[in-house]
């Protein structure tokens, strides 16, 4: 999951400041307050990837997240997918193309690659964190601790935040390039995010499986003509229909 993300967004890093929680205080009302979490934010990463010899590319990504929903923006390309969780534990997906206001729904069955929620919710699946080592440990619940894990193929290092179960910063490293994530700014209002994915809402649907009796829809058609045939989590198209290439599995 974490590398199809890497290779997926690109965009380099800024310095974090103040983005956690104080430090808890002496008293145990204090401490406890540290320890609470909060799940429900609007975050937004900056990522950069440098390959041998190159020069580094950049974008930028948002995360908006409820209790049981994951955005993920991305606003140079004026396209959000909007991932679910169904209670057969699979994954559906709905990918927003902003600029038009539509969107393509995808069902379980149409969506290869791992179900893994966990994944898709905390940008990192759990399984991947417990089996990096700590470099570090935290000495309360609002400070980030740092997580590595070092193999042949690379190093991989996570500054994980207890307090917004997000990564703070992610930094992979390979032989033959470096990406970095960097969170930037965390919004915790509950009525902003919940405005955020009501808005995504309004916009007009269709069901993948319906395209292709969609030929009189000028969007669609566009999306047809283009090839948009591949399951939910491959092709990336812009408002326009271009093909962006790649892998769009956040």
Known sequence: MLNSMIKKYRVPALLLGGLLPAAAGANTESRAA?????????????????RQGETATQSTIEVIRNHHQVAYRNPDLKVTDLWEQTPKQ????VRYFDAYERGIEYQPNEIEGSHDWGAKYFLISEQQRQSMGENDSATNCAEAKTLVSRSDDGNLTLRWSSHYQ?????????????????????????AVVESSLQQLGHYQTTDYTDIGDSESDPFLRKMINLGFVEHGHHGVYDADGHD???????
Not at 166 to 190: C, F, G, Q
């Open 244 to 250: 962006l290439g790649g892998e769009h599995n956040h």
């Open 34 to 50: 540290a320890c609470e979490t909060t799940t429900v934010v609007h975050a937004y990463y900056q990522i950069s990837r440098q």
């Open 90 to 93: 699979r994954l559906h997906l």
């Open 166 to 190: 997000l990564p703070e910063s992610i930094s992979l490293e390979t032989p033959a390039e470096t990406t970095e994530w960097k969170l930037l700014k965390v919004e915790a209002d509950s």
